[in-house]
């Protein structure tokens, strides 16, 4: 079946270090993968979004990377803040359903 | 900037009542989206509509019908609310092939 797995494990790290989230899928065909961020009782925020046939994509201190032979993404936020801090989820939109389907997402924790 | 409301943030309710979560979005775009968001499980897709008076059946359509009589609006309807029934319910919109999402504030609602 059609699996999409986020790290349930909070990450925490150090202001100023680079943030690595992963998004692995499974049985999955993704025309595009695009990342939200979600604050505590708020719904999620675009970020980015990575179509199929794109390796990486910047925006600001954002950087996401899309290995459709792994089967994975990687979502990176360099010299992080304490404002970074938030839930981070991955999506897929295409294939087989013809509709955005979320991973649980990964809780984010930048310590001062 | 994209907005999309929600009638409220907390709803309580108590089992067998009929609940109506109203979602409202200033972008004319086609696609409207209502969601469940509950932990461990992520955000779940329960209807969706792609143009006025049409909608589709999402993976966890049981227990919930829709309405979308105008175009920038779009209703969840709980016929008889369980307690099952208790989550964080999130609307989205988007624009063509359902690229981007952009979610509302959410509902949190609990039912007795």
Known sequence: SQKIEQNSEALNIQEGKTATLTCNYTNYSPAYLQWYRQDPGRGPVFLLLIRENEKEKRKERLKVTFDTTLKQSLFHITASQPADSATYLCALYGGATNKLIFGTGTLLAVQP | ?112
Not at chain 2, 22 to 42: A, I, K, S
Not at chain 2, 52 to 74: A, C, L, N, Q, W
């Open chain 2, 1 to 112: 900037d994209v907005k999309v409301t929600q009638s409220s943030r907390y709803l309580v309710k108590r089992t067998g009542e009929k609940v109506f979560l109203e979602c409202v979005q200033d972008m004319d775009h086609e696609n409207m989206f209502w969601y469940r968001q509950d932990p461990g499980l992520g955000l779940r897709l329960i209807y969706f509509s792609y143009d006025v008076k049409m909608k589709e059946k999402g993976d966890i359509p049981e227990g919930y019908s829709v309405s979308r009589e105008k175009k920038e609006r779009f209703s969840l309807i709980l016929e008889s609310a369980s307690t099952n029934q208790t989550s964080m319910y999130l609307c989205a919109e988007a624009g063509g092939h359902q690229e981007t999402q952009y979610f509302g504030p959410g509902t949190r609602l609990l039912v007795l």
